[in-house]
């Protein structure tokens, strides 16, 4: 891969996280109750103190995983002829809008600038999302080695956070098996 595509690639990613991060700001931020406007001198009745939640933190990403995804983008592993073929098909299949395939679980894209494949896992069951996610690219005739060596990066919906996914466990962009 040359390193043109790299550099588009990795400020993709950059860029998308960029963007999550912002709008999940936004959205802790907006369920912050409103500041009161200062009262004059008067005597106010006692009101029920409210419990503010702790904002929740960034989703914990496993870094050994993310290590090894960068590895799989910088040093692009050969696939064996099927999954080269498969992963053509893929790529027609993406045509100009990207879109590969979605169910309610997952959506898969191919970024063309960077050549690679990322995975929205829309769940907060990521470990089914994910076997949903081989399954259905070694349907299309993907070994397991090829799903690794695509490269496929996964990363977790922005939605999730309203159901109180972030920051429960450690998340690896890696598909399973990888």
């Known amino acids: 891969m040359d390193i043109r595509k790299l550099y588009i690639f990795v400020?993709?990613?950059?860029?998308?996280?960029?963007?999550?991060s912002v709008l999940l700001i936004l959205w802790v931020?907006?369920?912050?109750?409103?500041?009161?406007?200062p009262y004059e001198t008067r005597q106010l009745t006692p009101t029920p103190?409210?419990?503010?939640?702790?904002?929740?933190?960034?989703?914990?990403?496993?870094?050994?995983?993310?290590?090894?995804?960068l590895d799989y983008i910088q040093n692009r592993r050969k696939l064996i002829p099927s999954d080269q073929q498969t992963r053509n098909h893929?790529?027609?299949m993406a045509g100009n809008s990207g879109l590969i395939n979605t169910t309610n679980?997952?959506?898969l894209t191919y970024i063309q600038a960077a050549?690679?494949?990322?995975?929205?896992?829309?769940?907060?069951?990521v470990v089914t999302a994910k076997q949903e996610i081989n399954s259905w690219l070694e349907s299309q005739g993907m070994s397991q080695e090829g799903i690794c060596y695509l490269p496929l990066s996964l990363y977790i919906s922005p939605a999730l956070s309203k159901v109180g996914m972030i920051g429960v466990i450690p998340f690896s962009p890696l598909p399973l098996g990888c």
């Open 29 to 37: 931020n907006s369920k912050q109750p409103a500041q009161q406007p």
């Open 90 to 92: 893929l790529i027609q």
């Open 105 to 107: 679980d997952y959506q």
């Open 115 to 125: 050549d690679a494949f990322m995975g929205e896992i829309r769940t907060p069951d």
């Open 49 to 69: 103190q409210i419990s503010i939640q702790p904002k929740q933190p960034p989703i914990p990403y496993y870094s050994q995983g993310q290590e090894k995804l």
């Open 11 to 20: 400020g993709v990613t950059a860029t998308f996280v960029v963007i999550i």
